[in-house]
């Protein structure tokens, strides 16, 4: 009966018990044994095939070719931050927009010491620890004006969101953002910012006056969505963008997602995902080159505050699939359909639908707060939608869970999430020392356990520990990934 | 979409590093993309190789770097939650193919004069008694590429069936579904080889 999962297994795919399951059945069973051993080889031999016909014709880069490497880099950011996005067909753009968001600001070019405002030099000591490396400060030329960004990390926006109907203005105190619906998009001022919002049927506008805002904006065909400012106005194609306006009437778009198309006096310009438009003056033209990390890191976190800020759920997929489940209707189900469902939400989430799988299954452990399986599996979705922190929480649970299965499995999914996601090496010991020590020494994910271990305790200096770990990974694990990475480390950290 | 793909290199996973290192190529830091250079030209170039086989190794050289230039734009388009690895893997097949595509307009023109058989590879069947190893190298050079392409990034890779569906542009299904094949096909040969031995039918 068993029999039937060995492809599975092969393939990797089996979860933890179902893997436990399966290897004690490899005892029992010659057949599969037999045809696992087989597999064994073949890997074996595809491994050698390969290196033959690829491996030996490949080289790792000497570090001299790796400095020929960065000067040609450098001239290539030279070359791209004059790039211009200037004449895309509109229609195109609009049919190749999925998902929206906007962000628009107006950023102040005056000394760094207003609240809401972070001075440049602290937003890139937060990104690159050795950024500030003599050779050539690379980034200057990307970068080129000292424009102040708003950084998000000291904002505050009210809890309290508004749903707009008709034309209101929004104004954000100097200490706080504000926050507002219309209908299914959503706007969040900056603290000192000023805006008019008319929402209607058939357009929905922000006459930004003063300060900056963030926007998630829904697609739509038949409603426009048009942030007007002094200089220029933004519409949006389907997208998720910032705008900024200076008091002394500089605008700046940095565009997260999808597209959006720049009207200036005189000219249009259509301003991709990782791009930068501006206008300084009324005559000057818009200027468009990539935006900076710390331009897009300043927006990724207003977008995270704009999904955490709304007490309704944010419908970024709006209602194609309906994931609907009520608790009561839950309740009646067998277990088996509840499989199904997990099964739906696994297939959801794999398939890009993380908002909707989260959804479904925050319903559904409503009526089933006891399910381990769903629990895994809305970890699974938060660490796909990059919330580690919010996956480690439920591991963490999950790790103190009475059955030993459940609980080793968490905990190594909770030093997976620390060390890959997190890059807390300590964090990661944490859990992946109870693991190592109550699982079995065939159990699945010990030699990622080992292998991970000795990263963290090489990102904790402690080498030597590391290294036999390390050896021990190749020991046990040989020709099998995890050996072949062990050994790939091994080398590396070696001289 | 992509019929024809490579397979790829060993790498470290460890995504950990490769998410801090895509940070900072997003702020233009080209230090960051030099380690990322460093520590992924391998990879590269063997996706380069196994997409394109006969490339020579200037084009390889120049294609390697193609690749780790694209970069300053495309990681732009990347989005930091996913692991960077297959999805370098899959920017280097990509590149490739491009090349390939254009080189291979200029190499018809080019075989109107003088007719060599390019694109005919390779691996001239062995004679005589087969060994175990042996048999298993001719059957996985005559998979179809595509089922070859998965196992050589699920075996000699170690990347995951979503992590192959991505690189490949495949349904996640297409992944096991040729990872089944191969599978089948090769096993089957083992067991054949076992009920005769000594025959070297390499029926696949
Ligand atoms: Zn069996």
Same mark, same amino acid.
């Not at chain 1, 990104?127 to 000292?146: F, N, R």
């Not at chain 1, 944490?430 to 159990?443: E, I, N, V």
């Not at chain 1, 036999?468 to 099998?480: A, C, Y």
């Not at chain 2, 490949?168 to 040729?178: A, F, H, K």
């Given at each position: 009966?068993?029999?039937?999962?060995?492809?599975?297994?092969?393939?990797?795919?089996?979860?933890?018990?179902?893997?436990? =399951?399966?290897?004690?059945?490899?005892?029992?069973?010659?057949?599969?044994?037999?045809?696992?051993?087989?597999?064994?080889?073949?890997?074996?031999?595809?491994?050698?095939?390969?290196?033959?016909?690829?491996?030996?014709?490949?080289?790792?880069?000497?570090?001299?070719?790796?400095?020929?490497?960065?000067?040609?880099?450098?001239?290539?950011?030279?070359?791209?931050?004059?790039?211009?996005?200037?004449?895309?067909?509109?229609?195109?753009?609009?049919?190749?927009?999925?998902?929206?968001?906007?962000?628009?600001?107006?950023?102040?070019?005056?000394?760094?010491?207003?609240?809401?405002?972070?001075?440049?030099?602290?937003?890139? @000591?937060?990104?690159?620890?050795?950024?500030?490396? $003599?050779?050539?400060?690379?980034?200057?030329?990307?970068?080129?004006?000292?424009?102040?960004?708003?950084?998000?990390?000291?904002?505050?926006?009210? $809890?309290?969101?508004?749903?707009?109907?008709?034309?209101?203005?929004?104004?954000?105190?100097?200490?706080?953002?504000?926050?507002?619906?219309?209908?299914?998009?959503?706007?969040?001022?900056?603290?000192?910012?000023?805006?008019?919002?008319?929402?209607?049927?058939?357009?929905?506008?922000?006459?930004?006056?003063?300060?900056?805002?963030?926007?998630?904006?829904?697609?739509?065909? $038949?409603?426009?969505?048009?942030?007007?400012?002094?200089?220029?106005?933004?519409?949006?194609?389907?997208?998720?963008?910032?705008?900024?306006? $200076?008091?002394?009437?500089?605008?700046?778009?940095?565009?997260?997602?999808?597209?959006?198309?720049?009207?200036?006096?005189?000219?249009?310009?259509?301003?991709?995902?990782?791009?930068?438009?501006?206008?300084? @003056?009324e005559k000057s033209g818009i200027v468009t080159r990539l935006a900076t990390w710390d331009e897009l890191a300043?927006?990724?976190? =207003?977008?995270?505050?704009?999904?955490?800020?709304?007490?309704?759920?944010?419908?970024?997929? @709006?209602?194609?699939?309906?994931?609907?489940?009520?608790?009561?209707?839950?309740?009646?189900?067998?277990?088996?359909?509840?499989?199904?469902?997990?099964?739906?939400?696994?297939?959801?989430?794999?398939?890009?639908?993380?908002?909707?799988?989260?959804?479904?299954?925050?319903?559904?452990?409503?009526?089933?707060?006891?399910?381990?399986?769903?629990?895994?599996?809305?970890?699974?979705?938060?660490?796909?939608?990059?919330?580690?922190?919010?996956?480690?929480?439920?591991?963490?649970?999950?790790?103190?869970?009475?059955?030993?299965?459940?609980?080793?499995?968490?905990?190594?999914?909770?030093?997976?999430?620390?060390?890959?996601?997190?890059?807390?090496?300590?964090?990661?010991?944490?859990?992946?020392?109870?693991?190592?020590?109550?699982?079995?020494?065939?159990?699945?994910?010990?030699?990622?356990?080992?292998?991970?271990?000795?990263?963290?305790?090489?990102?904790?200096?402690?080498?030597?520990?590391?290294?036999?770990? =390390?050896?021990?990974?190749?020991?046990?694990?040989?020709?099998?990934?995890?050996?072949?990475?062990?050994?790939?480390?091994?080398?590396?950290?070696?001289? | 979409?992509?019929?024809?793909?490579?397979?790829?290199?060993?790498?470290?996973?460890?995504?950990?590093?490769?998410?801090?290192?895509?940070?900072?190529?997003?702020?233009?830091?080209?230090?960051?993309?030099?380690?990322? #250079?460093?520590? #992924?030209?391998?990879?590269?170039?063997?996706?380069?190789?196994?997409?394109?086989?006969?490339?020579?190794?200037?084009? &390889?050289?120049?294609?390697?770097?193609?690749?780790?230039?694209?970069?300053? !734009?495309?990681?732009?388009?990347?989005?930091?939650?996913?692991?960077?690895?297959?999805?370098? #893997?899959?920017?280097?097949? !990509?590149?490739?193919?491009?090349?390939?595509?254009?080189?291979?307009?200029?190499?018809?023109?080019?075989?109107?004069?003088?007719?060599?058989?390019?694109?005919?590879?390779?691996?001239?069947?062995?004679?005589?008694?087969?060994?175990?190893?042996?048999?298993?190298?001719?059957?996985?050079?005559?998979?179809?590429?595509?089922?070859?392409?998965?196992?050589?990034?699920?075996?000699?890779?170690?990347?995951?069936?979503?992590?192959?569906?991505?690189?490949?542009?495949?349904?996640?299904?297409?992944?096991?579904? &040729?990872?089944?094949?191969?599978?089948?096909?090769?096993?089957?040969?083992?067991?054949?080889?076992?009920?005769?031995?000594?025959?070297?039918?390499?029926?696949?």
């Amino acid at each position: 009966m068993v029999c039937k999962y060995l492809y599975k297994y092969l393939d990797g795919r089996l979860d933890w018990e179902d893997r436990r =399951l399966f290897e004690d059945h490899l005892a029992h069973c010659p057949a599969c044994l037999q045809q696992t051993s087989d597999w064994q080889q073949i890997l074996t031999v595809a491994a050698s095939l390969d290196n033959k016909d690829v491996g030996a014709r490949v080289a790792p880069p000497s570090s001299l070719d790796v400095q020929r490497f960065e000067t040609m880099a450098r001239k290539r950011i030279e070359h791209l931050g004059r790039l211009s996005f200037l004449g895309r067909p509109l229609a195109v753009a609009i049919a190749a927009a999925v998902l929206l968001g906007i962000a628009i600001g107006v950023w102040k070019n005056e000394a760094p010491d207003t609240p809401h405002v972070a001075a440049p030099a602290a937003v890139s @000591s937060r990104v690159a620890p050795h950024k500030s490396d $003599t050779s050539g400060a690379p980034s200057q030329s990307l970068s080129e004006a000292p424009l102040v960004s708003p950084s998000a990390t000291d904002v505050h926006f009210d $809890t309290k969101v508004k749903e707009l109907t008709g034309s209101e203005t929004l104004h954000a105190s100097a200490h706080n953002g504000q926050c507002a619906h219309m209908g299914p998009d959503t706007l969040c001022l900056f603290p000192k910012s000023r805006a008019e919002v008319m929402v209607s049927d058939k357009a929905h506008v922000v006459a930004l006056q003063s300060g900056s805002a963030v926007f998630y904006v829904q697609p739509n065909e $038949t409603r426009e969505f048009r942030v007007t400012t002094p200089l220029g106005t933004v519409v949006v194609v389907g997208t998720r963008f910032s705008v900024t306006v $200076t008091p002394e009437h500089m605008l700046q778009v940095v565009v997260k997602k999808g597209t959006v198309r720049v009207e200036g006096d005189n000219e249009a310009a259509m301003v991709q995902k990782g791009a930068v438009a501006r206008i300084v @003056s009324e005559k000057s033209g818009i200027v468009t080159r990539l935006a900076t990390w710390d331009e897009l890191a300043a927006f990724s976190v =207003l977008s995270k505050m704009i999904e955490e800020v709304p007490a309704k759920p944010l419908h970024l997929k @709006s209602a194609k699939k309906p994931v609907v489940h009520d608790a009561h209707q839950l309740q009646d189900t067998a277990q088996a359909q509840s499989l199904k469902m997990l099964d739906t939400w696994r297939k959801e989430m794999i398939a890009g639908d993380v908002d909707g799988a989260i959804e479904g299954l925050l319903r559904y452990l409503q009526a089933h707060p006891n399910d381990v399986d769903a629990r895994f599996l809305l970890a699974t979705c938060h660490k796909r939608k990059g919330h580690p922190k919010e996956a480690l929480a439920l591991y963490q649970q999950l790790a103190q869970h009475q059955t030993l299965s459940v609980a080793n499995r968490a905990a190594y999914l909770a030093g997976d999430v620390c060390i890959k996601q997190l890059s807390n090496p300590q964090c990661a010991l944490q859990y992946f020392t109870p693991f190592l020590d109550h699982s079995g020494r065939d159990a699945p994910q010990r030699g990622e356990a080992l292998y991970y271990k000795a990263e963290a305790l090489l990102q904790l200096g402690q080498k030597k520990e590391a290294t036999q770990i =390390l050896e021990s990974v190749v020991h046990t694990f040989g020709r099998t990934g995890i050996g072949q990475r062990a050994r790939n480390r091994l080398r590396e950290i070696q001289p | 979409m992509i019929k024809q793909i490579s397979k790829p290199p060993l790498a470290i996973d460890d995504s950990a590093v490769d998410a801090t290192l895509v940070k900072r190529v997003q702020g233009g830091d080209v230090r960051a993309l030099g380690d990322l #250079y460093a520590r #992924y030209s391998v990879m590269v170039q063997k996706a380069v190789v196994r997409t394109m086989p006969r490339i020579s190794d200037a084009d &390889r050289e120049d294609l390697v770097h193609d690749v780790f230039l694209s970069l300053l !734009k495309l990681v732009n388009k990347f989005d930091r939650a996913r692991v960077f690895r297959p999805w370098l #893997y899959g920017v280097a097949i !990509k590149k490739t193919q491009n090349f390939r595509r254009k080189r291979s307009v200029r190499a018809l023109l080019l075989r109107q004069r003088a007719t060599n058989s390019e694109d005919n590879p390779v691996h001239p069947p062995a004679d005589g008694q087969l060994e175990n190893a042996e048999i298993m190298e001719k059957g996985l050079s005559s998979l179809p590429a595509g089922q070859k392409d998965v196992l050589i990034l699920h075996a000699v890779e170690g990347f995951k069936g979503e992590e192959i569906a991505e690189i490949l542009e495949i349904e996640i299904n297409t992944v096991w579904s &040729r990872l089944h094949r191969a599978r089948k096909t090769m096993l089957q040969l083992l067991e054949n080889e076992r009920e005769e031995p000594g025959g070297h039918e390499n029926g696949v």
